[in-house]
């Protein structure tokens, strides 16, 4: 036994020890207490006033996480101004865990206030590994937002990094906007694509792309090929979570065209164009719309029959007044980039007209299930197709005009000849010329403003900036102007519409509301550089004042391209005219344009040259070819058809989208737009 000194000895050296333990502990206790507990890398699931009032009862210690929660909040609830107060009152000493939140927040900020450079640069600051999952969440779903959805392979990356993730509704979203950021992209953009050897899942979304691409066109082949690459690439997140395009792929079945019922207007005012369009759709069922082209001659344009004798066209219409009374001119020299596919289909149909004019659509549509219809082609007039979508009926419907608001249904398309469709495929055509100001001249009327609004509204989901637009007057008004050697001067207004999409954008939970409401933009005009396009909305006598007047205010230097609706194309047009107008593209639906010459001068005799009526004959062969294809544009996705009234395809609503021909004045000749 040790002596009793001893052992005071040692228990008297360990007192000090056991007293730094202890000093040691209870400062380690009072760390949570100094440090914040709240999680400002969690999800933020309260609104921006408890926050606020958090903000408000906290002590220095918690008071900047609280408040980085309530920026957020007012964030994800549009309050910028707000927001922005907030992170003025955020104190310049910040931890690290804080400074990466921040520039979370900031960059969401500025994404909110359209500066989409500014939120690329403060990401680009962002330490990935310090954040917790759910700020990688985010992060990569502001970078998402920042690619303002221009195909490339940084939003591809974005988005396959995103995607373990994410669960649930927000996992199939991912994969679905995955794969419209593939099928978006051309060809040359994929060829373009540089890629590292370790990116498998990359490369096995491209190869989807290339199956779908191979065999979009028969749903057949599609789904045997899917089946193959799912073998292939059995680890892709598409493959384990089919995008929900192609998962429609596996249960498409060829939609039943035994019994057509056609639904048109058969007495009143839209009778010529329920004629037309039938006649249409009759002589390609029949088969006789390969009439052979004629011999090459140098024959003077025709002439243009008299517009003012047809009727015009109301509101329910196929097409506008404004479109209704135009005919395009003959294309002399025209070679066309693709002839459109020979009408297809069930030539055994039965085929029953409906007149819609005499009674109710609902009991047309009765009548027609009654008889045995399979599949119903029209009715024409707007209200009759706004009336058949909110019926809930069971037929496979394919409408020829659009409702003012699209309803997705399972069984329904809607294909129609709309000056907004134009105007959309203009902005498209100016766009991809790389044209970046334009500037709309359209008449001051409902019909300018229905062409202004469409042609902003697809303007700004391709990215462009704001349109500026400028309205004229009738004839009268334009030789007024001539005469006083006033012209036109290529400026006017900033034209602000509200977006086509979404007031808002949810991206795998975080919301990002619409940006916020700027101040009109200055008046810009071309003398500073700022148009470079000026898209034109006139008649031809319009037209033929509009360009020299325009010529008069700007100078021979000046290198603005100008561009016009087929509203200014009519048969006739000699070749004065042709030469007045160089330089100057147009659209024109592609039988207009000379894709098949044959049929086009058949149609031109039979409707006495009237081209706005050839144009709803084209309109009644393509619905044929569309309803033998109903299935296809409905479930498969790309498929398209190479019709008389454009390039047809549908989007995911089934509304038919058309890309017209482009045509250009040079020289005097009419040549097609490379």
């Known amino acids: 036994m040790l002596p009793s000194k001893v052992v005071r000895h040692k228990a008297g050296r360990l007192v000090p020890v056991l007293l730094a333990g202890l000093i040691l502990a ?35 210690d918690s008071k900047t996480d609280w408040q980085l929660l309530a920026i957020r909040a007012l964030l994800k609830e549009g309050k910028y101004p707000q927001a922005a107060n907030q992170l003025n009152q955020l104190p310049q000493q910040l931890s690290e865990v804080q400074q990466q939140e921040l520039l979370l927040l900031r960059a969401q900020m500025q994404i909110g206030q359209q500066d989409y450079t500014g939120a690329q640069q403060l990401l680009g600051q962002l330490k990935i590994g310090g954040l917790s999952q759910d700020q990688q969440v985010r992060y990569y779903a502001l970078q998402i937002a920042a690619a303002q959805n221009r195909p490339s392979l940084s939003l591809l990356r974005a988005y396959i990094a995103q995607e373990p993730l994410l669960k649930g509704a ?75 395009q192609l998962s429609q792929v596996q249960n498409f079945t060829k939609a039943s065209t035994n019994t057509i019922a056609l639904l048109l207007p058969l007495n009143g005012q839209a009778q010529v164009f329920a004629n037309a369009i039938q006649k249409g759709f009759t002589d390609a069922r029949n088969g006789v719309l390969n009439a052979p082209a004629p011999a090459p001659q140098a024959a003077p344009a025709p002439t ?20 209704a009374d135009n005919t395009p ?18 030539s055994n149909a039965q085929v029953k007209v409906y007149d819609t004019s005499s009674q109710p659509i609902a009991q047309v549509m009765q009548q027609a299930q009654q008889d045995g219809a399979t599949l119903v082609v029209g009715p024409l007039l707007k209200n009759d197709v706004e009336t058949v979508a909110n019926s809930n009926t069971p037929l496979n419907v394919l409408a020829l005009n659009e409702p003012e608001q699209i309803q997705n249904h399972p069984n329904i398309c809607y294909f129609a000849l709309s000056p907004e469709d134009e105007a959309r495929d203009a902005a498209h055509h100016i766009y991809e010329q ?56 290529l400026s006017g207004t900033p034209l602000n519409v509200e977006p086509a999409q979404s007031q808002s954008v949810a991206i795998a939970g975080l919301t990002i509301p619409a940006p916020q409401t700027s101040a009109p933009a200055p008046t810009a005009d071309a003398s500073s550089g700022s148009v470079d396009a000026v898209y034109i909305v006139a008649s031809q006598d319009e037209l033929q004042l509009i360009k020299p007047m325009i010529a008069m205010r700007t100078s021979s230097r000046n290198n603005t391209a100008l561009y016009a609706s087929s509203r200014s194309a009519q048969a006739g047009a000699g070749p004065d005219f042709r030469l007045e107008m160089d330089g100057l593209q147009f659209s024109d639906i592609p039988l207009l344009s000379g894709s098949n010459p044959g049929l086009m001068q058949q149609a031109a005799k039979s409707f006495n040259n009237d081209y706005s009526l050839v144009r ?35 989007d995911t609503d089934c509304v038919i989208n058309r890309k017209l021909a482009w045509n250009q004045y040079r020289q005097g000749q009419i040549v097609p737009v490379q």
């Open 329 to 346: 001119p003959q294309t002399e020299q025209s070679q066309p980039a693709a002839q459109p596919a020979a009408a297809q289909g069930n």
């Open 26 to 60: 209870a400062c380690s206790g009072q760390g949570p207490q100094q440090t914040s507990n709240v999680n400002i890398q969690g999800p933020a699931t309260g609104r921006s006033d408890y926050y606020l009032q958090q903000v408000q009862q906290s002590s220095d």
């Open 304 to 323: 243009t029959a008299d517009a003012s004798a047809q009727p015009t066209a109301d509101a329910n219409s196929v097409v506008s007044p404004a479109v």
């Open 434 to 489: 790389g044209k970046r100001q334009p500037l709309l001249l359209v008449p001051r009327s409902s019909y300018g403003d229905r062409i202004s609004k469409a042609f902003a509204q697809e303007w700004q989901t391709l990215g462009g900036s704001t349109v500026l637009q400028q309205r004229f007057g009738g004839v009268g008004e334009l030789k007024q102007g001539i005469n006083s050697g006033a012209g036109i001067a």
């Open 170 to 244: 927000d996992h199939q979203s991912n994969i679905d906007a995955t794969w419209q950021a593939l099928t978006q992209m051309t060809q040359d953009q994929i060829n373009s694509l540089v890629i590292n050897a370790d990116e498998n899942t990359l490369q096995g979304w491209l190869d989807l792309l290339n199956t779908w691409r191979a065999n979009s066109q028969d749903p057949q082949m599609l789904k045997a090929a899917i089946q193959d690459w799912q073998t292939r690439y059995p680890q892709n997140p598409g493959a384990k979570t089919l995008p929900t």
């Open 616 to 650: 709803l004959y084209a309109m009644g062969i393509d619905a044929w070819t569309l309803a033998n294809n109903f299935n296809q544009m409905r479930q498969v996705p790309g498929f398209a058809i190479d019709g008389n009234t454009g390039k047809l395809n549908a």
